[in-house]
Every structure is written in structure tokens, then in C-alpha cells.
């Protein structure tokens, strides 16, 4: 997964911005999106149920977007590596990461170089705040990715991002968490959360995940997860608890 310092301070200006984009932005998300349908598309069984979810997703992208996709639910993660193997993409690294003790750990499948095209896949089920919060950022599945459209969502800034016929609306987050929720079709338990997260993060700076495991060539997630849990206390409890 990418690392990049410690991340966008929250936004808390009380205006709205009308984001008119350049015909060289549109055409940024429109080959970011091909990328991600690319991808989808060759997810063969899990193509109806994955999910694209951040800037792709809102449409304000720019040159340092990622193309982030979600298997919603936890599968058998060499199947998905031969899936994607067998439709010609290289895996280039393998990750299992945790954002804290009580988080789902998540297999990270990076498909370039650069790591900017990335798979996801849970290894134990989401708590529905967990899932909540690919809505947060703004997610679609792949039939609304074909038909072009672009759904709201919010920035690690706390920005909600509403798309516009030229481009997006801009709007603060903070002191409008009701009304986000609404119009995210998301629960105020996760605006509540992420305003209190990453203002936080913006206080006392980034404190990162809480589990990172590298997973070698020939290795399976799951039995990485394995080994770990046997040396890993808190890793133990939450996989027994989403068992």
C-alpha cells in the first residue's frame, strides 16, 4: 500500500468551491477509470461485487491518483491472485495490513511498480463501519463504473466532494456531519469517526497502522495470518471474534 508522509491537514473553511476541471483532467480520470475496469473486469467471479472506491470513484483526480479496488468480502486470496495472474496482470508486491488491533486485516495486492493499482481483499468479514467507510470516501460498482457516473464522497481532507456536469462542488465536512451522512447514504457513526480520526491525525500527526506483514512470493495471506496470530495476541482475539 502507498505511503505518502503525513497526509492532507482536514479542511475547515466555511465556503463552498465550484472545481471547474481541464479537458487534461478528464482525461486523467477517464484513463484511470479504463484501468479500473481493466481490473474489474478480469476479477471474472467477483465482478459484480467489487467495488471502486476513493478519487476514481468522486472524479477529482489528479496526476498522483490510485485506482483502489474492494472485494467487499473476505475470499480465498490465492483465488484472486490466479484470477488476475490467469488475465495477464503481474502481482508485484503482497501486504497484509491491520489499521488497528480491532480493525479486519486486509490483503493488499499491488498489480504495478509504482503501486498505484491496487486489489483489496478483507481476510476476516468487515464490521459494517468498516465497510461504511469505503462509502465515506465515495465508492461505485463496476455497472456504474461503466455507465460513467461519479458518486460524492469525502477527501482525507474533509472535504465532501459532489460531482457537478463540469467538474465537483466542494463543502466542509465538520459541523455538517448529519447532512453528510444523508447524502453519502452513510451512517453519522462513521462521519462522527473519520472527523474524529483524521482531525486527530492532523493534531498529533500520523501514527500509521498498526500491522504491516510483507507476504514472498510462494506465500499465502492466509498463512502468513497464521503464523501471526500465533504470536499476536490481540491479532488472536479479533479473529476469533469475526469467526
Given at each position: 500500500m502507498k505511503r505518502r508522509g503525513s497526509g492532507p491537514k482536514p479542511s475547515r473553511t466555511p465556503d463552498d468551491n465550484q472545481v471547474v476541471y481541464s479537458s487534461a483532467q478528464w482525461?486523467?480520470?477517464e484513463s484511470l477509470r479504463a484501468r479500473a475496469l481493466k481490473v474489474i473486469n478480469a476479477l471474472n467471479g467477483w465482478t459484480q461485487t467489487a467495488l471502486i472506491h476513493g478519487s476514481v470513484a468522486r472524479g477529482d483526480v489528479d496526476d498522483?491518483?490510485?485506482?483502489?479496488?474492494?472485494?467487499?468480502?473476505?475470499?480465498?486470496?490465492?483465488?484472486?491472485?490466479?484470477?488476475?495472474?490467469?488475465?495477464?496482470?503481474?502481482?508485484f508486491s503482497?501486504?497484509?495490513?491491520?489499521?488497528?488491533?480491532?480493525?479486519?486485516?486486509?490483503?493488499h495486492l499491488q498489480l504495478d511498480a509504482e503501486q498505484t493499482t491496487s486489489v483489496t481483499v478483507p481476510l476476516t468479514p468487515f464490521r459494517s463501519l468498516e465497510l461504511e467507510f469505503?462509502?465515506?470516501?465515495?465508492?461505485?460498482?463496476?455497472a456504474e463504473l461503466k455507465a460513467g457516473t461519479r458518486t460524492p464522497g469525502c477527501t482525507k481532507k474533509l472535504v465532501l466532494?459532489?460531482?457537478?456536469?463540469?467538474?465537483?462542488?466542494?463543502?466542509?465536512?465538520i459541523g455538517r456531519e448529519s447532512e453528510v451522512a444523508r447524502l453519502l447514504g452513510a451512517s453519522l457513526a462513521i462521519v462522527k469517526e473519520r472527523?474524529?480520526?483524521?482531525?486527530?491525525?492532523?493534531?498529533?500527526?500520523?501514527t500509521g497502522m498498526y500491522l504491516r506483514i510483507p507476504v514472498r512470493d510462494g506465500e499465502s495471506f492466509e498463512e502468513v495470518l497464521r503464523t501471526r496470530v500465533d504470536s499476536d495476541p490481540a491479532l488472536r482475539r479479533t479473529l476469533r471474534g469475526r469467526s
Open positions: 482525461a486523467t480520470l498522483k491518483s490510485d485506482v483502489d479496488v474492494l472485494i467487499p468480502s473476505d475470499v480465498n486470496t490465492q483465488l484472486v491472485e490466479a484470477t488476475l495472474e490467469n488475465a495477464g496482470f503481474n502481482i503482497k501486504e497484509i495490513a491491520q489499521a488497528t488491533p480491532s480493525h479486519s486485516p486486509k490483503a469505503y462509502a465515506f470516501g465515495g465508492k461505485m460498482t463496476f466532494i459532489e460531482p457537478t456536469p463540469k467538474g465537483h462542488l466542494e463543502s466542509p465536512v472527523v474524529r480520526v483524521l482531525t486527530r491525525r492532523d493534531t498529533v500527526g500520523r
